[in-house]
């Protein structure tokens, strides 16, 4: 067509050609790789030929690949060329693609599409890497803020562990508040609780214990208390929150964020301590009349209560669904004790219960995919207290880690018009 005359005319003959149906193997090109690594289809052939390559056709074309490795690091299609380098190349070859990065790690972090080739140098754990890492200690607080650097920076965390990642401990422990409740803060401190020795944490972890209640209450800060609640190892700090819980359990169920801490106290907690919970809901009265009733209808208790059904077991489990059973019309005139209803009948008809309706509010906006607004039980932009839409969406509601690699590393895989965001590396092929 004209359209496909015009384009192919701004291009190398070569790449024109295989634009049109002709094949190249992989040491073909090499005079032209650069060319085919920016293009749409020429990343994806360089892509799958690096999984099938003799050790000598990588190698040659590696050598091609580094005369011009700073333009790719940062190209739409370029990154994931270098990407797949560092995954099938040699030890050597890795080697001399962390030499080309050295020296622009802090722009290239910050970078929606260089970020994924740092992770991939991070990660590779060949001579060098800490080169790259010394490069980012002074800018660690600037990249956990960053839509992009933050996910280097929890890679920095999830490969490596000890004194190699205590500068980000030290940056971290110097403003332990104004991390917890950012939306790419709270993810690398929930990084560093799940990664690091406890003794290396303890400064960190005294800091949130002494203002829990208020992280609990935070859109994003309910996520860092989450994660010591399942993580920490630290005498006292879980027993902390689960005390905090008992003596305001009704209050922190009906809070919006709070909600979300009491759900993993009862998802996490020790067996003796769930059903102390869930006695204490069966007990509780208010102006007469049971504590029960008012939470099964209440937009964010209600799926505290939904939680608690799930692992009561025995005589507890029989009491609390005949309590809700009494309350069947009750229920079904609220609109969120209709989610109690749909639970009553899948138990009573044997059936497995679905994904449950996600909850949410607002969140930062990121190039990745705008935050937004998709409150508890109302769908809406996304980035639900943490991150951005297919964060929370993939995970489900309740066990949103935001992990911010983890979260957003969708395999490998570009399909269709699903455009490439910063993730924690991990893309190869693009289909």
């Known amino acids: 067509s004209d ?14 050609e295989f634009r049109r149906g002709k094949r190249y193997e992989l040491c073909d090109i090499t005079k032209h790789i650069t060319d085919f690594a920016k293009d749409q289809y020429g990343s994806r052939f360089i892509q799958q030929r690096f999984e099938v390559a003799t050790l000598e056709e990588k190698k040659v074309a590696c050598d091609a690949l580094l005369k011009d490795v700073s333009s790719l690091v940062t190209d739409v299609f370029g990154n994931y060329v270098v990407q797949k380098a560092f995954e099938y190349g040699t030890d050597e070859q890795k080697v001399h693609l962390i030499s080309q990065l050295k020296g622009n790690v802090q722009q290239y972090s910050v970078d929606m599409y260089g970020c994924r080739v740092v992770q991939r140098a991070i990660e590779s754990h060949v001579t060098g890497y800490r080169d790259l890492m010394k490069e980012l200690e002074p800018v660690v607080l600037a990249c956990v803020e960053n839509q992009n650097g933050n996910h280097v920076i929890q890679k920095c965390i999830e490969a490596h562990s000890g004194d190699e990642v205590q500068f980000i401990v030290d940056a971290i422990k110097s403003c332990v508040h104004r991390m917890a409740i950012h939306c790419y803060g709270c993810r690398v401190i929930q990084r560093l609780i799940e990664n690091c020795p406890t003794k290396q944490m303890d400064s960190i972890l005294t800091q949130i214990m002494s203002e829990v209640e208020d992280l609990a209450k935070d859109q994003y800060g309910n996520y860092v208390v989450q994660h010591v609640l399942t993580y920490s190892k630290r005498p006292g700090d879980r027993e902390t929150i689960m005390q ?3 003596e305001q359990l009704f209050s922190l169920s009906a809070h919006k964020f709070a909600s979300n801490t009491v759900e993993c106290a009862v998802k996490v907690g020790k067996s003796e301590e769930v059903k102390e919970l869930i006695s204490q809901v069966l007990k509780a009265e208010r102006g007469g009349a049971p504590q029960l009733n008012e939470m099964v209808v209440d937009r964010y208790a209600n799926y505290v209560i939904q939680k608690m059904m799930e692992v009561s077991v025995g005589d507890q489990k029989k009491e609390l669904y005949a309590r809700l059973h009494d309350q069947m019309d009750n229920l079904r005139k609220c609109t969120y004790g ?10 009573a008809n044997g059936t497995t219960r679905p994904p449950r309706p996600h909850r949410g509010e607002k969140g930062a906006s990121k190039s990745e995919g705008k935050g937004g607004d998709w409150s508890k039980g109302d769908w809406g932009k996304g980035g639900a207290r943490g991150g951005s839409w297919w964060d929370d969406w993939s ?7 935001g992990k911010g690699g983890d979260s957003w590393d969708w395999g490998g895989s570009w399909k269709g018009s699903d455009w490439p965001r910063s993730g924690k590396g991990g893309w190869g092929v693009w289909q």
């Open 3 to 16: 359209w496909a005359a015009r384009r192919d005319q701004a291009v190398p003959a070569m790449l024109a």
């Open 244 to 246: 905090m819980i008992r």
């Open 338 to 347: 209709r989610y109690i209803v749909t639970t009553l009948d899948r138990e």
């Open 395 to 401: 995970r489900g509601r309740e066990d949103w880690s």
